[in-house]
């Protein structure tokens, strides 16, 4: 009997509604959320360090967990996280907190994964920087946090272990899918004809709506049925590592072997060597063969033996950022545009800002692509961004202070919006360094509704 486990997210922003549909109708054997970023950690550390009552966990957790609890207990259903970033014990304990919220059975066991939070011993650990070859030891003074990317191994014991949720710090995000196929058929840890497919299965479900039509429409060349209402996607799995990919019916979007594609090979970099911590996954065998209305098979990926060095991200901090917008409309925008640009510019230099990258930009005309793009029509409005990279927030704070002053002693007709948040905000660089497999030590921690 295939094994059906569903996505309930793809990062920390993603939507509500679908992981609780999946929950209510997915006829589900797991849910599994997906909620970190390279950088979701590292946030998380330094939010930590400016608000030490940050709990260190997804901000989302309670709204997930009240949404999708009530399902998965009526079905049955276990669920998979990392939503535990810097705190899954603390994770955990909340969980059980809407466990019983829930009326879930008393005893109820929730894991949580610890061990991938390595920032006091990641220098002695690693040589060098992947992206650039210097030395690891040269981000020395300047590091915020470094986590490695477990592997389904410790979710699995800890399944094992008779825990029904299981949450965790760092795992590469196909692992969080892989690890129910590996508990329930018995997968060993090096069988890696098996992981391969388990792997690249998990990487199909890591990006949630994507592979149901989420980041693929493009209207009038792929169009895509009611996107409002994007479903998450489903995977019957079978013990030998093929999938059909599907969705729960009378829901938005489209299972295609089109939308499998473009997810197969997203953030891949070698198809025939997509490397995790459990498997290196080689997707140049896949067969896709649609069985029915969204309903995509997918079987034959293939898998070659894990490496034995586990990835780390490195954050680090790099400076500060001070961002800021204001708006031109109606004729003439682009040529008031131009004339703030060189005022702030001058005024700057008045000033004296100290700054790494000074950019002004003029979103809908060139913030992307920059001078390259020719001006075509004139435009009817103008939004102009002025973002400046700087070694201390005393210089990102110049930016906005210039800003403001373009309200009165600027451009007639300046459109400057009230400012609602923070305009300067912490620069970290994330780096990438290898560590010997053995270095890591998972821990298991159950609690109990």
Not at 405 to 415: E, N, Q, R
Not at 421 to 445: F, H, K, Y
């Amino acid at each position: 009997m295939a094994l059906r486990i569903g996505s309930g997210s793809a990062w920390w922003g993603d939507r509500l509604e679908p992981a609780k549909t999946n929950a209510d109708e997915g006829d589900l054997d797991y849910l599994c959320f997906e909620t970190m970023a390279e950088a979701t950690i590292s946030a998380a550390q330094v939010r930590k360090r400016r608000d030490p009552s940050f709990p260190g966990y997804d901000t989302y957790l309670d709204d997930r967990m009240q949404r999708v609890l009530p399902g998965c207990l009526r079905r049955g259903t276990k669920i998979i996280s990392n939503q535990g970033w810097i705190n899954p014990e603390g994770a955990a304990e909340r969980i059980v907190h809407w466990l019983r919220e829930c009326g879930a059975p008393k005893g109820t066991k929730v894991a949580a994964v610890s061990g991938s939070l390595i920032t006091d011993r990641v220098l002695a650990l690693t040589d060098t920087l992947m992206e650039d070859g210097r030395p690891s030891a040269a981000l020395d003074g300047a590091i915020v946090s470094a986590e490695a990317y477990m592997g389904a191994e410790p979710i699995v014991q800890a399944l094992r272990e008779g825990a029904r949720i299981v949450v965790t710090g760092r795992v590469a995000d196909p692992s969080i899918f892989m690890a129910p196929m590996m508990h329930e058929f018995g997968w060993d840890a090096l069988d890696h004809a098996r992981l391969g497919p388990g792997s690249g299965i998990g990487h199909v479900l890591e990006c949630g709506a994507q592979v149901t039509g989420g980041y693929f429409c493009d209207p009038g060349f792929k169009d895509v049925p009611d996107p409002w209402d994007l479903a998450f996607p489903i995977a019957e799995v079978e013990s030998d590592g093929s999938a059909v990919i599907t969705k729960v019916r009378n829901t938005g979007g489209a299972v295609t072997i089109r939308t499998l594609k473009e997810q197969l090979f997203y953030e891949v970099h070698d198809p025939g060597n997509y490397i995790t911590p459990d498997v290196v996954v080689d997707f140049t065998t896949t067969e896709l063969e649609e069985v029915g209305p969204d309903r995509v098979r997918v079987s034959r990926i293939a898998g070659k033996p894990r490496t034995p060095t586990l990835k780390v991200s490195i954050a680090c901090q790099e400076g500060f950022i001070g961002e800021d917008m204001f708006f031109y409309a109606g004729p003439g925008a682009l040529r008031r545009a131009e004339l703030a640009r060189r005022i702030l510019e001058e005024r700057f230099r008045i000033v004296g800002l100290q700054a790494e990258e000074l950019r002004i930009d003029f979103v809908g005309l060139n913030a992307i692509h920059g001078g390259t793009v020719s001006k075509g029509p004139e435009p009817y409005e103008i939004a102009v961004r002025v973002a400046a990279r700087t070694k201390t927030r005393e210089e990102a704070l110049k930016v906005g202070r210039e800003v403001d002053g373009m309200a009165v002693s600027g451009v007639g007709m300046t459109g400057k919006r009230v400012p609602h948040q923070d305009r300067t905000r912490e620069v970290i660089g994330v780096w990438s360094s290898l560590v010997p497999r053995e270095a890591l030590r998972p821990t298991i921690t159950v609690y109990e509704s």
